[in-house]
Nanobody, 121 residues
Framework: QVQLVESGGGLVQSGESLRLSCTTS????????MGWFRQAPGKQRELVAT???????NYADFVKGRFTISRDNAKNTVYLQMNSLKPEDTAVYYC???????????????WGQGTQVTVSS
């Protein structure tokens, strides 16, 4: 019953910014890593950024210096601030959560439904 809901996508012009949000709800015991992935038409889904519960971040080379991932653990929410957007950033962006689902510490992977980001030139 864990669910991830993304928001914040939309249509913007090149150089503009968007902030994506992803909130995890349901019965969880904790989380380890949350991240953002994207998939453009005709392309494989690719990693954009991840962040562990301890704050360690990892970014794809093509977004370094432009995108910033952050999280509010109390709200079970992860954000992706996207600045200086380019047309090649156009894709469906998916939120992923690695969630501890029981007291034994078992981890499960959950995905959001995706939110469309379109950047026009």
């Amino acid at each position: 019953q864990v669910q991830l809901v993304e928001s914040g996508g939309g249509l913007v012009q090149s150089g503009e910014s968007l902030r994506l949000s992803c909130t995890t709800s349901g019965r969880i015991f904790g989380g380890n890593t949350m991240g953002w992935f994207r998939q453009a038409p005709g392309k494989q889904r690719e990693l954009v950024a991840t962040m562990t519960g301890g704050g360690t971040t990892n970014y794809a080379d093509f977004v370094k210096g432009r995108f910033t991932i952050s999280r509010d653990n109390a709200k079970n929410t992860v954000y992706l601030q996207m600045n200086s957007l380019k047309p090649e950033d156009t894709a469906v962006y998916y939120c992923r959560a690695e969630v501890i689902v029981n007291i034994e510490g078992a981890k499960r992977e959950f995905w959001g439904q995706g939110t469309q980001v379109t950047v026009s030139s």
